[in-house]
């Protein structure tokens, strides 16, 4: 079974009032949202952002990553245009889980990168999974977008499934001494773009 549509309703933030679409995973026993603002299914691209789920940088306000602040960068850049779509996928700690991240954390805390701490624990440096993508922007009939990302496998994975990147929208926000050798790990080891 596919990654299918549940039901949407009305989600009024900070930022403006978006629509929440809510998205099963039968195969992983997952739940994913797409917050959408304006008219994203009239064939223009469409600003975007492929968030997966950090409950330490999203909800708890962690300084040891960028993730919050990419959030709410990427849910104020859509309110700003009047248009634009968040993809939230609930792949916590680059896939991983919560617990085996504290572990990761735990890892970090004695000397490694995030990439050495997830393969300590016998992960690889990315679990993430992209395939839910095609069957949520078929629903939501989003064909391009505009996508405000550093990193390159998110670029791919919408082109794998069927969608044009018309644009990569750097999503930087500002280094601090928590997040610095996560930052350049990212940009070392997995190749996340840092360029502006």
């Known amino acids: ?6 039901e949407s309703s009305r ?42 789920e950090c409950l330490t940088g999203d909800a708890l306000f ?4 960028d993730c919050g602040n990419q959030l709410q960068a990427a849910l104020k850049a859509i309110a700003a245009e ?8 609930r792949q916590e700690g680059r896939g991983i889980g919560l617990l085996n991240k504290i572990k990761a954390y735990k890892l970090q805390d004695e000397g490694a990168d995030t990439v050495e701490a997830n393969e300590q624990l016998g992960f690889g440096a990315d679990m993430r999974d992209y395939s839910m993508l ?20 998110k670029v791919a994975a919408l082109v ?18 928590h997040n610095e050798k996560y ?14």
Not at 183 to 196: C, E, N, V
């Open 62 to 65: 962690s300084m040891r990553c």
């Open 11 to 52: 989600l009024p933030t900070l930022w403006g009032d978006f629509w929440m679409h809510g998205f099963e995973d039968p195969a992983s026993n997952k739940e994913h949202v797409v917050l959408t603002m304006g008219d994203i299914g009239n064939g223009e691209p469409v600003l975007a952002r492929v968030h997966s």
């Open 1 to 6: 079974m596919t990654t299918r549509y549940v």
């Open 134 to 153: 095609a069957p949520m922007c078929r629903h939501l009939k989003i064909a391009a977008v505009r996508l405000m990302t550093n990193n390159p496998r």
């Open 82 to 89: 009047g248009r634009g779509a968040l993809f939230y996928l």
């Open 160 to 177: 794998e499934a069927g969608v044009e990147v018309t644009e990569r929208i750097p999503l930087h926000t500002d280094r601090n001494p």
């Open 183 to 196: 930052l350049t790990t990212k940009a070392g080891k997995l190749g996340h773009f840092f360029d502006g």
